[in-house]
């Protein structure tokens, strides 16, 4: 199973990117997927995840009305919508896949990406 995130760049605060994750090897529409991130110093936390069932999703507080998570299982693909961004966002940000009882279980995701960087400037 590979995961290829993509789309990270340098933005100024205020401003918009799209992250993508294409998958490869794994069947999925049968997995739930989701955005982590990990800022320089800190620990990796939850950004945004999507249910393999109904598409339903959960976002952290932190991102909540300003990221949106969207799936596009024909070309195997999950996405992030970030606008008004902050220079807090400034992360390198991963994708993963698994079968989850919790999006935000970090643990409870079997499959991560390499990671892109976000750095937004103030």
């Known amino acids: 199973v590979q995961l290829q995130a993509s789309g990270g760049g340098l933005v100024q605060a205020g401003g918009s990117l799209r992250l993508s994750c294409a998958a490869s090897?794994?069947?999925?529409?049968?997995?739930?997927m989701a955005w982590f991130r990990q800022a320089p110093g800190k620990e990796r936390e939850f950004v945004a995840g999507?249910?393999?069932?109904?598409?339903?999703?959960y976002y952290a507080n932190s991102v909540k009305g300003r990221f949106t998570i969207s799936r596009d299982n024909a070309k195997i693909t999950v996405y992030v919508r970030m606008n008004s961004l902050k220079p807090e966002d400034t992360a390198v940000y991963y994708c993963?896949?698994?079968?989850?009882?919790?999006?935000?279980?970090?643990?409870?995701?079997?499959?991560w990406g390499k990671g892109t960087l976000v750095t937004v400037s103030s």
């Open positions: 090897g794994v069947t999925f529409s049968t997995y739930d």
């Open positions: 999507i249910r393999r069932s109904d598409e339903g999703t």
């Open positions: 993963a896949a698994g079968r989850v009882a919790r999006l935000a279980g970090q643990n409870e995701y079997g499959y």
